[in-house]
């Protein structure tokens, strides 16, 4: 009696069979988000020698919603991801109460870079890091922009911002070469030093979820304790 042939790993033609067929889907989100990835800079000599990495942004490579931050901090730096210390958990709480998740949302920053002494990047560096936070936006085009703190506000919207009495509005902005809807915020560490102004926070993302129509989507957010 013969022994049956073991099977094949691939049909008569080459191709693999339907089981081992690759996911297209997960195939084109891979390659969109390495496109989103900033590999190596050099053009901010104060960041790369302070900086331990490139922060790049997180999350899903098609989110309707995309927050921006300043820049990465010491423990952001650290872990390479945005909003990871005290602030992170902060923005947690609030996508959790607004019925999001972190998983699906994005969230990213002006300069991908440690500033050192964790101060604010100067003019210099937002420009020679806009570029990069332009290519993310376009290929994500969200249907809502969040910008969290006084920097990315006026950054992105190129004037000058009361962020505290501006928060919770909205405004047109026409960023990497189109019209954007951009919700103003505080940052969330100002809830920190502040306590007055988290429910102020909350509201603002809680409108963030209606606005680009992501509430109710949470699906299990992560809540980090460290340095904001």
Partial sequence: MSTPAAPRSMTENGD???GDAP????LDEAALD?????????????????????VDGVGPADADLLFVGEGPGAQEDEEGEPFVGRSGDVLDDALRDAGLARADVRITNCVRCRPPDNRDPTTEELANCRGHLDSE???LDPELIV????????????????ITSESGTVVDARIAGASRRVLLSVHPAATLYDRSQRDGFFETIARAGELSGTAGAESGGQSRLGEF
């Fill in 34 to 54: 390495e496109d989103l990835r900033v590999p190596s800079c050099e053009r901010c000599p104060a960041l790369v020698e302070s900086r331990s990495r490139i």
């Fill in 23 to 26: 996911d297209r889907d997960a």
């Fill in 16 to 18: 693999a069979p339907d």
């Fill in 147 to 162: 910008t969290l703190g006084k920097v990315p506000s006026e950054h992105l919207l190129d004037r000058s911002v009361a």
């Fill in 137 to 139: 936006i376009d290929r």
